[in-house]
């Protein structure tokens, strides 16, 4: 069992920056991925970026790339989001969540490949 926990959400103005951490702890040393997804009212959960257990491979969707960060800490067990030039469509619940199933980066978009999710963390944006 792998339990995730995010953390780190809160209110920021727009164009301002938040950084999101996650954790990870149990069995993880089967885990291919670290991503992070978002979810606003009324919408469907949507993809913002991924990251290799160990770092080395990325992947963001076009909305943040170029405003957001993924990094590992594999020596801790934890990831963090750093996202800048924060706009109020940014707003959303924000879920930390580990796969063991899609080692493809062409699959690391889809919520479906993700087996292990955190409770999520509310980001607003204020204009």
């Known amino acids: 069992q792998v339990q995730v926990v995010e953390s780190g959400g809160g209110v920021v103005q727009a164009g301002g920056s938040l950084r999101l951490s996650c954790a990870a702890s149990?069995?993880?040393?089967?885990?291919?991925?670290m991503g992070w997804f978002r979810q606003a009212p009324g919408k469907e959960r949507e993809f913002v970026a991924a990251?290799?257990?160990?770092?080395?491979?990325?992947y963001y969707a076009d909305s943040v790339k170029g405003r957001s960060t993924i990094s590992r800490d594999n020596a801790k067990n934890t990831g963090n989001l750093q996202m800048n030039s924060l706009k109020p469509e940014d707003k959303a619940v924000y879920y930390c969540?580990?796969?063991?199933?899609?080692?493809?980066?062409?699959?690391?978009?889809?919520?479906?490949?993700?087996?292990?999710w955190g409770q999520g963390t509310q980001v607003t944006v204020s204009s």
């Open positions: 990251t290799s257990w160990n770092g080395d491979h990325t």
């Open positions: 149990g069995r993880t040393l089967r885990m291919y991925v």
């Open positions: 969540a580990a796969s063991s199933v899609n080692p493809l980066r062409a699959t690391w978009g889809s919520a479906a490949g993700y087996d292990y």
